[in-house]
């Protein structure tokens, strides 16, 4: 016996547009007829195979109404179908009520009437109290209280904005945030997976190649060009030398810088290239002063023994310096940074230096003309190297990458005190992003137009408050009973005591 494949039920989609529905049918039809083949061809797996088919078909549906209950036309449709279940309600007390009035009185007739009476008011009232939220309701006297959320607009942006403060942006909040999520460990974890470190090499890549085609622009040129003109024109260069080395000679840093020179000219002169060097020099200077007496001395041995005086003399010399902290010549080394510090900051002679060295550079064509070429042949390479598919770039930034992944797994006490660098920088940083953010979120609601926003909030929210109108119609019409039931007892109670 064959078996026809299953038929395609369109009444399974919701409304989504003409092409969407015929789309969806032609992909189901397609993986129904393959579905059918493998049936029709192996018929031992008839139930493996119409199981397959039900899971296929169920999970396309699924995923389709997962994407159209996304959209707003499906929210709207959804929101007006959740109305028609209260509204039907309302429509069923009001015909009850109608009939029973139109009957006969009696116990049960008045009761069903009290009942779908007690139900109508609650349905209207709970109706009233859901729509007043978003529109204004015609009532008089009480119509100045409907359409709470479009009169309410600026009170709602500025308490959602203080909520979010208070709630999520408060440092105790975005500490305690740190300290759940231990962010160093999950900066580890990525930056050791080589696919993320690749992925981060290309997002350096795409920035650094953009930060070029910016600069490509000719405005952009123009305006960095004369932003650096206006930031060399404020900068006094004599005065601001000064500082800086008077920055560097604080607490006998520039005595540090004499140790190290001293022990390079101490090295320097150890080897027998310098010494060969000095002895030349030697020689040449008998030859040129004393060219008579050259003819007769042992030049090149007055040229070694001269060379290895000297280099012991510099030697020794340099070593005592190294060894007394007090030496003359630290002394006169002191006095000649100090007075170098005070003629950069207040001598005339060196202040127009500065200036005329700031002139140069600011209105110096060759400088200019120099730096112009030097970017741009450095731009030209980074270019040729950002379309390369070996990039030295994203190779370098990989690698970075890497080793500072492989840094933190390694080091627990690196991860923790990144950790507390964040806490620290959440302290810090909390208040014045919590009020940039709130007083983001408070004039963006602001601006929005009243009506538009009553009716998103509806269309999101809407639906969940008309069982607020099933409910009031149900809670209502029990009241209603127990009313009428109380009142029977009252009846009762009084024809008893009479």
């Given at each position: 016996?064959?078996?026809?494949?299953?038929?395609?039920?369109?009444?399974?989609?919701?409304?989504?547009?003409?092409?969407?529905?015929?789309?969806?049918?032609?992909?189901?039809?397609?993986?129904?007829?393959?579905?059918?083949?493998?049936?029709?061809?192996?018929?031992?797996?008839?139930?493996?195979?119409?199981?397959?088919?039900?899971?296929?078909?169920?999970?396309?549906?699924?995923?389709?109404?997962?994407?159209?209950?996304?959209?707003?036309?499906?929210?709207?449709?959804?929101?007006?179908?959740?109305?028609?279940?209260?509204?039907?309600?309302?429509?069923?007390?009001?015909?009850?009520?109608?009939?029973?009035?139109?009957?006969?009185?009696?116990?049960?007739?008045?009761?069903?009437?009290?009942?779908?009476?007690?139900?109508?008011?609650?349905?209207?009232?709970?109706?009233?109290?859901?729509?007043?939220?978003?529109?204004?309701?015609?009532?008089?006297?009480?119509?100045?209280?409907?359409?709470?959320?479009?009169?309410?607009?600026?009170?709602?942006?500025?308490?959602?904005?203080?909520?979010?403060?208070?709630?999520?942006?408060?440092?105790?909040?975005?500490?305690?945030?740190?300290?759940?999520?231990?962010?160093?460990?999950?900066?580890?974890?990525?930056?050791?997976?080589?696919?993320?470190?690749?992925?981060?090499?290309?997002?350096?890549?795409?920035?650094?190649?953009?930060?070029?085609?910016?600069?490509?622009?000719?405005?952009?040129?123009?305006?960095?060009?004369?932003?650096?003109?206006?930031?060399?024109?404020?900068?006094?260069?004599?005065?601001?030398?000064?500082?800086?080395?008077?920055?560097?000679?604080?607490?006998?840093?520039?005595?540090?810088?004499?140790?190290?020179?001293?022990?390079?000219?101490?090295?320097?002169?150890?080897?027998?290239?310098?010494?060969?060097?000095?002895?030349?020099?030697?020689?040449?200077?008998?030859?040129?002063?004393?060219?008579?007496?050259?003819?007769?001395?042992?030049?090149?041995?007055?040229?070694?023994?001269?060379?290895?005086?000297?280099?012991?003399?510099?030697?020794?010399?340099?070593?005592?310096?190294?060894?007394?902290?007090?030496?003359?010549?630290?002394?006169?080394?002191?006095?000649?940074?100090?007075?170098?510090?005070?003629?950069?900051?207040?001598?005339?002679?060196?202040?127009?230096?500065?200036?005329?060295?700031?002139?140069?550079?600011?209105?110096?064509?060759?400088?200019?003309?120099?730096?112009?070429?030097?970017?741009?042949?450095?731009?030209?390479?980074?270019?040729?190297?950002?379309?390369?598919?070996?990039?030295?770039?994203?190779?370098?930034v990989v690698a970075a990458g890497q080793w500072v992944g492989r840094e933190l797994a390694n080091d627990p006490a690196l991860?923790?005190?990144?950790?507390?660098?964040?806490?620290?920088?959440?302290?810090?940083?909390?208040?014045?992003?919590?009020?940039?953010?709130?007083?983001?979120?408070?004039?963006?609601?602001?601006?929005?137009?009243?009506?538009?926003?009553?009716?998103?909030?509806?269309?999101?929210?809407?639906?969940?408050?008309?069982?607020?109108?099933?409910?009031?119609?149900?809670?209502?019409?029990?009241?209603?009973?127990?009313?009428?039931?109380?009142?029977?007892?009252?009846?009762?109670?009084?024809?008893?005591?009479?």
């Amino acid at each position: 016996m064959l078996l026809t494949p299953p038929r395609f039920n369109p009444r399974c989609y919701r409304a989504g547009g003409a092409n969407s529905d015929r789309n969806g049918r032609i992909a189901l039809k397609r993986r129904d007829a393959a579905l059918f083949n493998v049936i029709r061809h192996h018929p031992a797996s008839f139930s493996a195979a119409r199981l397959a088919l039900h899971t296929a078909r169920r999970a396309a549906l699924n995923s389709r109404f997962r994407t159209l209950a996304l959209s707003p036309m499906n929210k709207a449709l959804e929101l007006k179908k959740a109305k028609r279940t209260p509204l039907l309600l309302l429509a069923a007390a009001a015909c009850v009520f109608v009939v029973t009035a139109l009957m006969p009185r009696g116990v049960w007739i008045d009761g069903i009437k009290a009942v779908a009476e007690a139900a109508m008011v609650g349905a209207l009232a709970d109706w009233f109290a859901v729509a007043a939220l978003f529109r204004r309701v015609p009532i008089p006297v009480v119509s100045a209280h409907t359409a709470i959320i479009p009169r309410n607009k600026h009170k709602i942006a500025d308490n959602l904005a203080v909520f979010v403060q208070d709630k999520f942006l408060d440092v105790p909040s975005l500490v305690g945030l740190i300290k759940k999520h231990d962010p160093a460990q999950s900066i580890t974890r990525w930056l050791t997976e080589p696919a993320n470190t690749a992925r981060l090499g290309n997002y350096v890549v795409k920035l650094t190649s953009g930060i070029l085609d910016l600069t490509d622009d000719v405005r952009i040129q123009v305006f960095i060009k004369d932003a650096l003109r206006d930031v060399l024109a404020k900068v006094d260069l004599s005065q601001s030398m000064g500082s800086i080395l008077d920055t560097l000679t604080k607490d006998g840093r520039h005595q540090e810088l004499l140790d190290a020179g001293i022990e390079q000219v101490v090295a320097l002169l150890r080897e027998p290239q310098a010494r060969q060097f000095i002895a030349e020099r030697i020689v040449d200077w008998v030859k040129s002063e004393y060219p008579k007496m050259e003819k007769i001395l042992p030049s090149a041995w007055l040229g070694e023994k001269g060379a290895e005086t000297i280099a012991n003399a510099v030697n020794r010399m340099l070593e005592q310096v190294s060894e007394n902290p007090t030496h003359q010549l630290r002394q006169k080394f002191d006095d000649a940074a100090h007075r170098l510090i005070v003629k950069l900051k207040s001598d005339p002679a060196f202040l127009e230096k500065g200036e005329e060295f700031k002139r140069y550079l600011v209105e110096g064509e060759a400088l200019a003309l120099y730096v112009k070429d030097m970017w741009g042949e450095l731009r030209a390479w980074l270019k040729r190297d950002l379309q390369s598919s070996e990039s030295a770039l994203h190779a370098r930034v990989v690698a970075a990458g890497q080793w500072v992944g492989r840094e933190l797994a390694n080091d627990p006490a690196l991860r923790q005190s990144l950790n507390d660098h964040l806490e620290d920088a959440a302290r810090a940083m909390a208040p014045e992003f919590a009020q940039f953010l709130t007083r983001h979120i408070s004039d963006t609601v602001k601006n929005w137009d009243p009506h538009e926003m009553s009716r998103q909030i509806e269309l999101n929210i809407g639906k969940d408050l008309q069982y607020i109108r099933i409910n009031g119609t149900v809670v209502g019409g029990f009241i209603g009973l127990l009313l009428y039931g109380s009142s029977l007892v009252f009846d009762l109670l009084r024809m008893h005591i009479g």
